[in-house]
């Protein structure tokens, strides 16, 4: 496999090749039973007929080859650090993160520094702001040391805030933590060195899906997001603004119907966590405890609201039942319901509800 490290980092990082074609591309090969060296040495027919690729894909290809002795000299020098590359198709490329992200943005390779078996355990993730107040770091403090006690690994993405108390707790408490960069690996060099002991120790694992030699960026901040959330079981956001990361996560994983828990703001708090609530996410308390409100009521109405029969979109049972429900919320709680079936009559056309017992096969 060592061998194949140049050819796979020359694959991660070619330009102007989507992710989803990169992962096209990797089940090709391994439906076919060939190696990343094999792909790269295909003649233009196969680039075609195998692969679907265009001529300007296939164009930046070969062109790429070039880049492979160096990244033969960059692979070398990694492992001889230290640093662990783990391809898409490796036996220790995490299954959580193949199951919850798609094509577009699962990476074909990772790059990771200590215990690898911390990426096979059971995993949370705690999210939100890097101004977070003293209650948010609280409320991380005492998640993250539920989860040390309850042996699941602590997933943070290493910025200041939250992310910084997740990591601190979790070691505090003697638990396992994942850190995922926003830069490359070889760059996390003050890092490595803080965490030096907990490294060796077993219980850190570093983990960077860009360039090794990359340096911090926003872009790369935000692909990170995907990652930490990809990463994780259970989602706990601290703080929450209306905008950014943790805000940006937390919605796109409730539109795939993920189950978020948000710590429910006290009166005079300013921030957007009763906002995500609203829109469907899970409310707890300091403790991480899930707090029961009369969402039950509501919840209670919109079901009988669909066992008397018709079909409704998420706008029709807001409005006919005056909820102050959020359209994103109506949608996840009935998503989640066995007895409810989403229905679409064209793909232009609302999602629209109905209550089974009214289907008629």
Do not use: C
């Not at 090969?29 to 001529?55: P, Q």
């Amino acid at each position: 496999m060592d061998k194949e490290f140049a050819y796979w980092i020359t694959f991660a990082h070619m330009p102007k090749i989507t992710t989803k074609k990169k992962n096209e591309i990797v089940k090709t090969l391994t439906e076919n039973n060939k190696s990343i060296v094999d792909f790269f040495r295909e003649a233009r027919e196969n680039l075609i007929v195998l692969y679907g690729l265009n001529r300007e894909e296939i164009e930046i290809i070969e062109n790429s080859l070039t880049e492979i002795p160096g990244n033969a000299f960059l692979a070398e020098e990694l492992l001889e650090q230290g640093f662990n590359l783990i391809p898409l198709t490796s036996e220790f490329y995490p299954p959580l993160l193949k199951k919850n992200l798609d094509k577009n943005k699962l990476p074909v390779l990772l790059y990771t520094k200590g215990n690898l078996k911390i990426l096979k355990e059971n995993s949370i993730a705690i999210v939100g702001s890097r101004k977070a107040n003293e209650k948010a770091l609280r409320f991380t403090d005492n998640i993250a040391k539920k989860a040390s006690e309850n042996y699941e690994v602590v997933v943070s993405g290493f910025a200041k805030g939250v992310d910084k108390q997740a990591l601190d707790s979790a070691l505090k408490y003697k638990g396992h933590s994942i850190i995922v960069l926003p830069q490359g690996i070889a760059t996390f060099n003050s890092g490595f060195r803080k965490y030096y002991r907990q490294i060796v120790e077993g219980d850190v694992l570093v983990l960077s899906i860009f360039h090794p030699k990359a340096p911090w960026s926003v872009p790369f901040a935000m692909a990170r997001n995907a990652i930490i959330y990809g990463l994780a079981e259970k989602i706990y956001v601290a703080q929450s603004e209306a905008s950014g990361g943790t805000w940006s996560g937390a919605i796109e994983w409730l539109k795939k119907n993920r189950k978020i828990y948000v710590r429910q703001p006290e009166k005079n708090e300013k921030n957007a966590n009763m906002l995500l609530i609203n829109k469907g996410a899970i409310p707890v308390d300091i403790e991480g405890n899930i707090i029961h409100s009369d969402d039950k009521h509501q919840e209670n109405q919109i079901i009988e609201l669909l066992k008397k029969g018709g079909e409704y979109s998420a706008e029709e049972i807001i409005l006919k039942l005056k909820l102050k429900w959020e359209k994103e919320k109506v949608i996840s709680f009935l998503k989640n319901r066995d007895d409810i079936e989403a229905i679409k009559e064209t793909k232009r056309s609302k999602e629209k509800f109905i209550h089974k017992k009214h289907l008629f096969y």
